[in-house]
């Protein structure tokens, strides 16, 4: 006796098609993942609508423990800190990491540190009176994996 192309079991074959193209039409949106692996091996899987997302900031292994408190806006005097965000202290190192401005500043008694154009490093004991800033994008002179802010833009971190 001769089956039918539903009784033959092809009919699986229309069921999936739908489900197929539906997956092809919502892969299109715009819908990502973003997966996340810890220090430790552990995976975590984010869902993220690609559209919307701005910047993504990495803080690598070396910079672990601390505390990123955002992108702000700078202004001042050029050569020194009046009227900057950071006013406490400022220099600038050939090869500044965010781990040595954090040290720098939380040895001197401040309790924030800020990375700026690659090689600065400021203190202060408040930040963001300019406000946020978006362009906290430039490597720093002694670690290019990691950001220190941008032109008038600081990479803020606790020292505490």
């Known amino acids: 006796m001769k089956k039918t192309f539903f009784e033959s079991g092809r009919r699986g ?8 193209m539906l997956f ?12 996340i692996t810890t220090h430790d091996g552990r995976t975590h899987k984010v ?21 990123y408190l955002g992108c702000f806006r700078d202004q001042g005097n050029a050569t020194g800190t009046s009227g900057r965000d950071l006013s406490g202290f400022a220099v ?17 008694g401040f309790r924030y540190a800020g ?3 690659s090689s600065w490093c ?26 220190c802010g941008g032109s008038w833009a600081n990479s803020v971190y606790s020292t505490e």
């Open 115 to 117: 990375t700026q154009y």
């Open 92 to 108: 600038s190192e050939p090869q500044m990491t965010t781990e040595r401005c954090v040290s720098l500043c939380g040895e001197k």
């Open 47 to 67: 869902p993220v609508q690609a559209k919307e997302i701005k910047l993504i900031e990495f803080t690598d292994a070396d910079s672990a423990g601390i505390q």
């Open 13 to 20: 074959v229309f069921v999936a098609i739908p489900f197929i």
């Open 24 to 35: 092809i039409l919502l892969g299109q949106t715009g819908l990502a993942e973003m997966k």
């Open 122 to 147: 400021f203190c202060g004991n408040r930040y963001g009176k300019s406000g946020k800033a978006d362009n906290c994008n430039m490597k720093c002179s002694g670690n290019n994996r990691q950001i």
